[in-house]
């Protein structure tokens, strides 16, 4: 995958507030909070052009939420749920989402560095121009999405569950993993590194001496 062909988000940066406690429904475009405390009393449906660096958001429900041109840094996002929400050109740097529920999502132009993203699931998930580069992704669920140049590299995916996506196209040669579940019709088109080839001979049954 051409990482050139993934669009950064757009950030036009005028604001900078930090250290404060702020309701999500006062978050500005076009701002840069840092070490803030996020709270909600009602919730809004779009947040464009902000970042978050070292922010603590005491908010567990995102869901139906559209995130266009956001980038989050070392921000601590376990446990949320981001369900039928929509990422666009959205950028997570060093964050954890272990524990995150991203069934039904549309995700495009969004990259994820360093993340700790164990236990998070990507069910029914539709995924076009993705980039999870190294961090972990070990024991998460990607079952019955739609992935499109979707690239995995020097990230730890032991234990993924691929059950019902079709993986035409999906490279991972780069990614570190001991066992994972897919189905082998589906797997046709899978790009994969000549030594973990054995690891997807043995989903067939076939016994390698």
Not at 61 to 72: P, Q
Not at 182 to 193: C, H, R, T, V, Y
Request: charged content about 30%; some cysteine.
């Amino acid at each position: 995958m051409d990482m050139k062909k993934i669009v950064e988000p757009v950030q036009e940066i005028t604001e900078f507030i930090e250290n404060e406690e702020i309701y999500i429904e006062e978050i500005e475009s076009h701002t840069h909070y840092k070490n803030c405390r996020i709270e909600m009393r009602f919730g809004v449906k779009k947040i464009n052009e902000v970042k978050f660096e070292n922010c603590q958001f005491e908010i567990k429900d995102f869901n139906n939420m559209e995130f266009l041109d956001v980038v989050f840094i070392n921000c601590d996002l376990s446990n949320k749920d981001f369900s039928d929400s929509i990422l666009y050109r959205t950028r997570f740097e060093t964050c954890k989402l272990s524990g995150g529920n991203f069934i039904g999502t549309v995700l495009k132009n969004v990259q994820w560095f360093d993340c700790l993203l164990s236990y998070i699931n990507f069910s029914d998930t539709k995924m076009e121009n993705i980039l999870f580069s190294e961090g972990r992704l070990n024991e998460s669920y990607f079952q019955e999405a739609t992935l499109k140049k979707v690239h995995f590299k020097n990230i730890d995916m032991d234990e993924i569950d691929l059950k019902g996506t079709d993986l035409r196209g999906v490279d991972l040669s780069e990614a570190t993993f001991e066992t994972i579940s897919l189905d082998i019709p589906l797997a046709k088109g899978l790009i994969i590194d000549y030594s973990q080839a054995y690891k997807i001979i043995s989903l067939c049954g076939i016994v390698i001496k």
